[in-house]
T-cell receptor
């Protein structure tokens, strides 16, 4: 089965609230993780990445948290806006396993006005 | 706008046709990728090129033939495709192959009649 998965397939959030998207991964040797946003009719857009030697990384309105103990990754979006409505994918890479980026199943985020 | 350009955006072809998908990037990236994405699914890796050499072929059927003429261009030649090959074909590039963010184009929507 997939080594990367998501807990919630759809997340509805009120505009202005914070969003949290979760992702579980099964391979403890994965050493690099990326979050992508994919809008309808477009390719995945890079949001933020984190390496396994870190547990938190912040970008503009986004924060990625990595918990290696429970093999869990999350993306927090602050003050969610209508433009944040999209499908979000987490992806993991393991250099020792051939450097193949493996995507999770995706979570759809719907922002309600 | 994405910095990875894919053409055409849409392609409809019969099962006996031969066509090519094209991908171009001018970011100086040395790794380029082809992914296949079915509706409501995550992207799945097909091929990886690193420094213009094929590094990974994920057991893709021979009716898909990749080509990397130079460091900026990546082609995917199609011949005798099946209806189940209908999908969004995404190209991506990264500075190097490995733990680097991959940047995606908006894909070619392929329909096989």
């Amino acid at each position: 089965g997939e080594s990367v998965g998501l807990h919630l397939p759809t997340l509805s959030v009120q505009e202005g609230d914070n969003s949290i998207i979760n992702c579980a991964y099964s391979n403890s040797a994965s050493d690099y993780f990326i979050w992508y946003k994919q809008e309808s009719g477009k390719g995945p857009q890079f949001i933020i990445d984190i390496r396994s030697n870190m547990d938190k990384r912040q970008g503009q309105r986004v924060t990625v948290l990595l918990n290696k103990t429970v093999k869990h990754l999350s993306l927090q979006i602050a003050a969610t806006q209508p433009g944040d409505s999209a499908v979000y994918f987490c992806a993991e890479n393991m250099r020792a396993a051939g450097n193949k980026l493996t995507f999770g199943g995706g979570t759809r985020v719907l922002v309600k006005p | 706008d994405t910095e990875v350009t894919q053409t055409p955006k849409h392609l409809v072809m019969g099962m006996t046709n031969k066509k090519s998908l094209k991908c171009e990037q001018h970011m100086g990236h040395r790794a380029m990728y082809w992914y296949k994405q079915k509706a409501k699914k995550p992207p799945e890796l097909m091929f990886v090129y690193s420094y213009e050499k094929l590094s990974i072929n994920e057991s893709v059927p021979s009716r898909f033939s990749p080509e990397c003429p130079n460091s900026s261009l990546l082609n995917l030649h199609l011949h005798a495709l099946q209806p189940e090959d209908s999908a969004l074909y995404l190209c991506a590039s990264s500075q190097d192959w490995g733990n680097q963010p991959q940047h995606f184009g908006d894909g070619t929507r392929l329909s096989i009649l």
